[in-house]
């Protein structure tokens, strides 16, 4: 039995893709935050940032994982980038199971999510210097949350999987 395992990292980490395809392998549910926030208020999370900014979509990431956090049954938990700002998401995070943190460069990030219009933090002239801005103001929270970090760069999302399966394998022996 693995418990709950739980993927941080920036966005275009491949946190998602990896979360559905570990969550089959362990036969567990996958539980996307950004996709709950999204079930509860019926409208898509750059709508979110519209209305309420970016603190109004934080009080409701905060919400989302503390109540996964007090009913936590095994899942694979995909979160948003930006969890891991605020200190009660980390401490939730770290009591619930497995952080897993899926890191890529910035190279990386931008190969994978250039022409995305669903992350509102990416609407900008300049998506190079602000997916640079955030990893220097969240690579070492993203360290310290996580028990275990793996590099996705050049990686195919079943290589970044294996990795994963062999970690936790050798976790509960
Ligand atoms: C964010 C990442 C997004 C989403 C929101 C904010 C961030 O999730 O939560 O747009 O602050 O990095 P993904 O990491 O799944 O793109």
């Known amino acids: 039995m693995t418990g ?14 990896i979360g559905r395809l570990l969550a089959a392998r362990l036969r567990i549910p996958y539980v996307d935050s950004d996709q709950l926030i999204v079930a509860q208020t019926g409208v898509d999370i750059p709508t979110i940032f519209e209305i309420e900014g970016e603190p109004g979509f934080r009080e409701r990431e905060a919400k989302v994982i503390a109540d996964l956090a007090v009913h936590n ?19 939730h995070l770290r009591q619930m199971g497995q952080v897993i943190y899926l890191d890529v ?9 250039r022409h995305d219009r669903n992350r509102p933090l990416l609407q900008t002239s300049d998506q190079e210097s602000r997916l640079r801005s955030l990893a220097q103001q969240r690579s070492s929270l993203y360290q310290q949350t ?4 793996v590099s996705g760069d050049g990686l195919r999302s079943d290589q970044v999987l294996r990795r994963i399966l062999r970690y936790l394998h050798a976790q509960t022996g």
């Not at 996580?146 to 970090?149: E, F, G, I």
């Open 4 to 17: 709950t395992v739980i993927l941080i990292g920036p966005m275009g980490s491949g946190k998602s893709t």
């Open 105 to 113: 460069s910035v190279e990386e990030q931008l190969k994978r999510i």
């Open 146 to 149: 996580a028990h275990w970090r």
């Open 73 to 91: 049954q095994d899942m694979v938990l995909a979160t948003g980038g930006g969890a891991i700002l605020d200190p009660h998401n980390r401490a």
